[in-house]
C-alpha cells in the first residue's frame, strides 16, 4: 500500500506532481511482477516423473543360441549319389562324361566305404550277347577312369544289362528307329550308396523276432502226452 502525503502545507503544484510519481511507480511495480515467472503455489502437491514405455520396456528375449558360433554349419549324414553316364557312341568315354565323373571324384559319398556300382546299357540294335558285351564294356571304361584315379578296384562293381532296361522307345511308333530313344539307353549308370542288407540275413531276422514274440506270449506248461492203457495180463 502506498501512502500519499495529505500535508495541507505542501504548495499544491508539488503536491500534484508526487501524486503523479508515486502513481508511476505503482504501475512499475505491477509490470515487473507480470512478467517473472509465476511464483509456485506451496500448498500443490510435487509432480513425479513417470518412466515412458521405452524406459521400462525390457528387452525382447533372443532365440538365437549363444553357443552356436556365427556361420557354424550342422554335420549331415553323407548322402547317396547316382549318375548317368552317357555312351553316343561305342564305349569310350567323351570329354563330357569325363567332366562328370571328375565332379563325382569330389563328392562326399567318395570318401565312404561304400561300393561303386556301375550298370551298364545299350539300345535294341544288334542281338542279344553283342549287347552284353556292349554293356559290359562301357560299363569297364568308368571303373577303369575311376581305379586310374585313386579308387580301390574292390569297390567296383561292374553290372552288364545289355538292352533288358531301356529309359527311352528304341523304335518310334511306325517300327522305325527312334534315333534318340536309343541314343539316351547307351549309358553307364553309377551309383555309390550303402550296401543294402542281403534278403536273407533280414528274413533270418524277421522269423528271430516272430519266434520271440510267441514264446515270450505262450505261458504254462505243454500238456503232457495221453497215457497208453496198460497191456492186458497173459492168462495162464
Given at each position: 500500500?502506498?501512502a500519499?502525503?495529505?500535508?495541507?502545507r505542501?504548495?499544491?503544484?508539488?503536491?500534484?506532481?508526487?501524486?503523479?510519481?508515486l502513481?508511476?511507480?505503482g504501475l512499475g511495480?505491477?509490470?515487473?511482477?507480470?512478467?517473472g515467472?509465476?511464483?509456485?503455489?506451496p500448498?500443490?502437491?510435487?509432480?513425479t516423473?513417470?518412466?515412458s514405455?521405452?524406459?521400462?520396456a525390457?528387452?525382447?528375449a533372443?532365440?538365437?543360441?549363444?553357443d552356436?558360433?556365427?556361420?557354424?554349419?550342422?554335420d549331415?549324414?553323407?548322402?547317396p549319389?547316382?549318375l548317368?553316364?552317357?555312351?553316343?557312341?561305342?564305349?569310350d568315354?567323351?570329354p563330357?562324361?569325363?567332366?562328370m565323373?571328375?565332379?563325382?571324384?569330389?563328392?562326399?559319398a567318395?570318401?565312404?566305404p561304400?561300393?561303386?556300382?556301375?550298370?551298364?546299357?545299350t539300345?535294341?540294335?544288334?542281338?542279344?550277347?553283342?549287347?552284353?558285351?556292349?554293356?559290359?564294356a562301357?560299363?569297364e571304361a568308368v571303373?577303369?577312369?575311376?581305379?586310374?584315379?585313386g579308387?580301390?578296384?574292390?569297390?567296383?562293381?561292374?553290372?552288364?544289362?545289355g538292352?533288358?532296361?531301356?529309359?527311352?522307345?528304341?523304335?518310334?511308333?511306325?517300327?522305325?528307329a527312334?534315333e534318340e530313344?536309343r541314343r539316351?539307353?547307351?549309358?553307364?549308370?553309377?551309383?555309390i550308396?550303402?550296401?543294402?542288407?542281403p534278403?536273407?540275413?533280414?528274413?533270418?531276422e524277421?522269423a528271430?523276432a516272430?519266434?520271440?514274440?510267441?514264446?515270450a506270449?505262450?505261458?504254462?506248461?505243454?500238456p503232457a502226452?495221453p497215457?497208453?492203457?496198460?497191456?492186458p495180463?497173459n492168462?495162464?
Amino acid at each position: 500500500m502506498i501512502a500519499i502525503p495529505t500535508d495541507s502545507r505542501l504548495p499544491q503544484p508539488a503536491l500534484r506532481t508526487a501524486i503523479l510519481a508515486l502513481a508511476a511507480l505503482g504501475l512499475g511495480a505491477c509490470d515487473v511482477r507480470q512478467d517473472g515467472a509465476a511464483e509456485p503455489d506451496p500448498t500443490a502437491s510435487p509432480v513425479t516423473a513417470q518412466p515412458s514405455p521405452a524406459d521400462t520396456a525390457s528387452p525382447a528375449a533372443s532365440i538365437m543360441r549363444d553357443d552356436l558360433d556365427e556361420g557354424e554349419a550342422m554335420d549331415l549324414p553323407t548322402q547317396p549319389v547316382a549318375l548317368t553316364i552317357p555312351f553316343p557312341n561305342g564305349a569310350d568315354l567323351s570329354p563330357a562324361a569325363e567332366r562328370m565323373l571328375a565332379g563325382i571324384l569330389q563328392e562326399d559319398a567318395m570318401g565312404e566305404p561304400w561300393p561303386v556300382v556301375l550298370q551298364g546299357h545299350t539300345d535294341s540294335g544288334g542281338n542279344d550277347q553283342a549287347n552284353l558285351r556292349a554293356s559290359r564294356a562301357r560299363a569297364e571304361a568308368v571303373a577303369a577312369w575311376l581305379v586310374e584315379r585313386g579308387v580301390a578296384d574292390d569297390r567296383i562293381e561292374v553290372v552288364a544289362f545289355g538292352e533288358q532296361n531301356p529309359i527311352a522307345p528304341n523304335a518310334l511308333p511306325d517300327g522305325s528307329a527312334n534315333e534318340e530313344g536309343r541314343r539316351r539307353n547307351r549309358r553307364v549308370e553309377l551309383r555309390i550308396a550303402p550296401p543294402a542288407a542281403p534278403a536273407s540275413t533280414a528274413a533270418d531276422e524277421t522269423a528271430g523276432a516272430d519266434a520271440a514274440a510267441t514264446g515270450a506270449a505262450v505261458t504254462g506248461t505243454p500238456p503232457a502226452p495221453p497215457r497208453r492203457p496198460a497191456a492186458p495180463d497173459n492168462e495162464t
